[in-house]
Structure formats: structure tokens, C-alpha cells
């Protein structure tokens, strides 16, 4: 079956994680993705662990269902070729500053005559009305921005700390993704692209405050900012006699069956602060810290087993390791073994959605660098001279000029 875009061409002038995820996802939903790279490429190609140069593990996860393009666009020729091939696209992802895209001769009034229909999409770090439009942005730092190390310390850490993802960057990939794709939907109704600005700060804003805005809601406020659920020191993975078991008990019928099923239904029954959501969300970490010490009495698989009976929600806590053998993972063929022709047999993360139709896919491995440049080149109208003359000037490089170099 093919993907649900298969005939949309974008254009992935982006690097490193957030931009290359999101054009990642349009591919394995069968977009022509055209990866453009300096002649250095992509730093992230550089992140090991790796079985050769420039092919690190988190580059061939965020690069697959692509075709790989080297241009250096500032020199003039290097320019020409990718104005010739946004007139053949449907999108421009870019993750540079805007103000780098218009040093390039690529701002969005050069390229909007080029293709009026292009969707000119440009994920970077802040909105460019404000104070720090042009300020570089990571996503540490939109991560302390927001305020998350802030909370995390605020819910028990010692100090402030990061979160042990790139979440920003998945973040942000996503909401471009679905970004785009409505996008798409306004073009065939309407024939013209549009530029759209996707900025991380504001978008994690959004993000984070929808949680926790709380009591700032109001004018004027009638409480702090902060979900008290989500900050309780408390709310961790409950220790149990030999490990540790990740449980959530949230609403009256759970808080009911949780005491029922370890014979101690009056204390649900007789302790005011279970009273009801409202009420428990008051006193949620002294109550958390309550069910604490009763986990530390049965060991992690009987808790599962009386959880599970019980209908309460819970999950084994896995590490980085025994994610691989989780049974569920392994029944739905979550990890793939796939061969890739230059590093040989390797694992790939499986597309998590089920279509009916048009069931999304990896469509190709991801690309050695310049591995299809002479390819692409060729369908722009480029001869095998002309792509000789632009190895030569350094503005392009192949396959196989890299390999007789």
C-alpha cells in the first residue's frame, strides 16, 4: 500500500534532530524527501555509535525514507540547483534562522515567485515579532525557557535538570508535521502555498501550560500556576519488595479498587482526603507517599498480577535494555531488522500508527552522504558533464566522486 503522500516532494533543508524527525515522518508517509546537505553534512552524522564515518545510530534514526542531495548553496551554482529544485516542490522544511534563509537568497519573497504553491515551512527558535527573534535556540535551552528543569526540581529533584530527551525537538517536529499536512489540505482547496513560522518557544509554551497554568487562568488569578499532580514529589515508580512497578491510581473507582483488592477498603472509606478528585488532587503527595509504603509489601510481579485483576492501570518500568524484550513490543513487530547497504544489519523503530489504507512505511534506508545527488541532479535536467563540472567546483558531491576521492 502506499503512504498517504505519496506525490508531495519536500524539500528537507534541515539538520541535526528536530526538522530532520519531522521530514523523517512525511517520508514514511511516502513524500519524495530530498535531504540537501552542505559538502560537510549534517553534524548529527557524527553521533555515535557508528560502524562507519558519518553514519551514526540517532543520524539513521531520524533520516530514513529520504534521498540524499549535496549542494553548497553559497556558491552561485550550488544556489541555481536548488532554486531549480523548489520549483519542482511542494514544501521547503528548513530549521536555520530566517534571517540565514534570506543571507542565502532563500527568503520566503525569492522563493514564493519561484512556486507559488510551495509551502515554505520554517521550524527555528522563536517568533520573529519578538525580543529574541534572532537568537540561536537548543533544546536544552527551550527546555529551561519553558521552565521544565524548574519544575522538575519543583517535583523532588535536587536540582534543576533537563529532561532525559530530546523533547523539545519531538515536539516541535510533530506540530510541523500536522502543521503541514493541513497545510497541504489548504493548498488543494485554495492552489497557493502559504509561509508558515513553527517556533519551539512558543510552541513548548503551549505545550507546557496547558498543564500547567492552573490558577493563572483566571482575572484575576485565584491560584498558583502548576498541576499539583504532575509536580507531587511523589509521583515516581512505586518501590516494591524486590523492584519497582509503575501504577496510576486516579479516579474514585480506581482509589476503591486499589484498597479493596489489598484488604483495606476502610481506608478509602473513612479518609476525608479521598473524598473525591478535587479533594485528592489537595493531598495528592501525601496520598501517593501512603500507597508507597503499601507497595514496598508484595514484589513487582504480584503487584502486576493483583493490579491487572483489579483493572487498575499499570506497566512493568522498563530501562533502555529491557524495552527490547517488552512481549507487547515484540507481538505488534515494534523493532525491525532491516539491512542497510553500507551498515549492515540494523534494528529500526517501526511506524506505531495502523492504517486501513495507505499504511505508512520506511521507504528507504537512511542516505550515505551525497548518496543520490548525481540522481537528482539528472531529473532537475543536469548531464552527466554537468554534474562532472559542479563535483569538480566543489558545489556538488556523489556517490562516486566521494568514493574515488
Not at 522544511?93 to 540565514?100: E, G
Not at 517535583?155 to 506540530?175: E, F, K, Q
Not at 473513612?270 to 495528592?284: A, E, K, M, S, W
Given at each position: 500500500?502506499?503512504?498517504?503522500?505519496?506525490?508531495?516532494?519536500?524539500?528537507?533543508?534541515?539538520?541535526?534532530?528536530?526538522?530532520?524527525?519531522?521530514?523523517q515522518l512525511l517520508g514514511d508517509m511516502g513524500a519524495d524527501v530530498i535531504?540537501?546537505?552542505?559538502?560537510?553534512?549534517?553534524?548529527?552524522?557524527?553521533?555515535?555509535?557508528?560502524?562507519?564515518?558519518?553514519?551514526?545510530?540517532?543520524?539513521?534514526?531520524?533520516?530514513?525514507?529520504?534521498?540524499?542531495?549535496?549542494?553548497?548553496?553559497?556558491?552561485?551554482?550550488?544556489?541555481?540547483?536548488?532554486?531549480?529544485?523548489?520549483?519542482?516542490?511542494?514544501?521547503?522544511?528548513?530549521?536555520?534562522?530566517?534571517?540565514?534563509?534570506?543571507?542565502?537568497?532563500?527568503?520566503?519573497?525569492?522563493?514564493?515567485?519561484?512556486?507559488?504553491?510551495?509551502?515554505?515551512?520554517?521550524t527555528f527558535g522563536f517568533g520573529q515579532e519578538g525580543p529574541y527573534a534572532a537568537k540561536p535556540?537548543?533544546?536544552?535551552?527551550?527546555?529551561?525557557?519553558?521552565?521544565?528543569?524548574?519544575?522538575?526540581?519543583?517535583?523532588?529533584?535536587?536540582?534543576?535538570?533537563?529532561?532525559?530527551?530530546?523533547?523539545?525537538?519531538?515536539?516541535?517536529?510533530?506540530?510541523?508535521?500536522?502543521?503541514?499536512?493541513?497545510?497541504?489540505?489548504?493548498?488543494?482547496?485554495?492552489?497557493?502555498?502559504?509561509?508558515?513560522?513553527?517556533?519551539?518557544?512558543?510552541?513548548?509554551?503551549?505545550?507546557?501550560?496547558?498543564?500547567?497554568?492552573?490558577?493563572?487562568?483566571?482575572?484575576?488569578?485565584?491560584?498558583?500556576?502548576?498541576?499539583?499532580?504532575?509536580?507531587?514529589?511523589?509521583?515516581?515508580?512505586?518501590?516494591?519488595?524486590?523492584?519497582?512497578?509503575?501504577?496510576?491510581?486516579?479516579?474514585?473507582?480506581?482509589?476503591?479498587?486499589?484498597?479493596?483488592?489489598?484488604?483495606?477498603?476502610?481506608?478509602?472509606?473513612?479518609?476525608?482526603?479521598?473524598?473525591?478528585?478535587?479533594?485528592?488532587?489537595?493531598?495528592?503527595?501525601?496520598?501517593?507517599?501512603?500507597?508507597?509504603?503499601?507497595?514496598?509489601?508484595?514484589?513487582?510481579?504480584?503487584?502486576?498480577?493483583?493490579?491487572?485483576?483489579?483493572?487498575?492501570?499499570?506497566?512493568?518500568?522498563?530501562?533502555?535494555?529491557?524495552?527490547?524484550?517488552?512481549?507487547?513490543?515484540?507481538?505488534?513487530?515494534?523493532?525491525?531488522?532491516?539491512?542497510?547497504?553500507?551498515?549492515?544489519?540494523?534494528?529500526?523503530?517501526?511506524?506505531?500508527?495502523?492504517?486501513?489504507?495507505?499504511?505508512?512505511?520506511?521507504?528507504?534506508?537512511?542516505?550515505?552522504?551525497?548518496?543520490?545527488?548525481?540522481?537528482?541532479?539528472?531529473?532537475?535536467?543536469?548531464?552527466?558533464?554537468?554534474?562532472?563540472?559542479?563535483?569538480?567546483?566543489?558545489?556538488?558531491?556523489?556517490?562516486?566522486?566521494?568514493?574515488?576521492?
Open positions: 500500500m502506499a503512504g498517504p503522500l505519496v506525490g508531495v516532494r519536500v524539500v528537507d533543508m534541515t539538520s541535526i534532530l528536530m526538522g530532520p524527525y519531522a521530514a535531504k540537501v546537505e552542505a559538502p560537510v553534512g549534517d553534524m548529527v552524522r557524527d553521533l555515535g555509535p557508528m560502524q562507519h564515518p558519518r553514519m551514526g545510530a540517532l543520524y539513521l534514526h531520524v533520516n530514513r525514507s529520504k534521498r540524499g542531495l549535496v549542494l553548497d548553496l553559497k556558491q552561485p551554482a550550488g544556489l541555481e540547483a536548488i532554486k531549480k529544485l523548489l520549483a519542482t516542490a511542494d514544501v521547503l522544511l528548513y530549521n536555520v534562522r530566517p534571517q540565514a534563509m534570506a543571507r542565502l537568497g532563500l527568503g520566503y519573497d525569492v522563493v514564493q515567485k519561484i512556486n507559488p504553491r510551495l509551502l515554505y515551512v520554517g535556540a537548543f533544546d536544552d535551552l527551550i527546555q529551561g525557557a519553558i521552565g521544565l528543569p524548574s519544575l522538575i526540581k519543583q517535583a523532588g529533584a535536587d536540582v534543576p535538570r533537563y529532561v532525559p530527551s530530546n523533547i523539545v525537538d519531538r515536539t516541535v517536529g510533530l506540530y510541523a508535521v500536522t502543521s503541514l499536512c493541513a497545510a497541504l489540505f489548504h493548498r488543494e482547496k485554495t492552489g497557493f502555498g502559504q509561509k508558515i513560522d513553527i517556533p519551539m518557544f512558543e510552541t513548548m509554551i503551549s505545550h507546557l501550560l496547558s498543564d500547567h497554568i492552573g490558577g493563572q487562568t483566571f482575572d484575576p488569578p485565584n491560584g498558583p500556576p502548576g498541576y499539583p499532580r504532575l509536580l507531587a514529589s511523589e509521583r515516581r515508580p512505586y518501590k516494591t519488595a524486590d523492584g519497582f512497578v509503575c501504577a496510576v491510581i486516579y479516579s474514585d473507582k480506581q482509589w476503591a479498587s486499589f484498597f479493596k483488592a489489598i484488604g483495606r477498603s476502610e481506608i478509602f472509606e473513612n479518609d476525608p482526603r479521598f473524598l473525591n478528585l478535587t479533594v485528592r488532587t489537595q493531598h495528592i503527595n501525601d496520598l501517593q507517599a501512603l500507597a508507597a509504603k503499601i507497595f514496598l509489601e508484595r514484589t513487582t510481579n504480584a503487584w502486576l498480577e493483583l493490579l491487572d485483576q483489579a483493572d487498575i492501570p499499570t506497566m512493568p518500568l522498563h530501562t533502555l535494555e529491557t524495552i527490547f524484550d517488552d512481549p507487547h513490543l515484540k507481538a505488534v513487530n515494534m523493532f525491525e531488522w532491516v539491512e542497510h547497504p553500507t551498515e549492515g544489519r540494523i534494528r529500526r523503530v517501526a511506524v506505531p500508527t495502523t492504517w486501513t489504507d495507505s499504511q505508512p512505511s520506511p521507504s528507504r534506508n537512511a542516505p550515505g552522504l551525497g548518496e543520490h545527488s548525481a540522481e537528482i541532479l539528472k531529473e532537475l535536467g543536469y548531464s552527466d558533464a554537468d554534474i562532472a563540472t559542479l563535483i569538480a567546483q566543489g558545489v556538488t558531491l556523489t556517490a562516486k566522486s566521494k568514493a574515488g576521492a
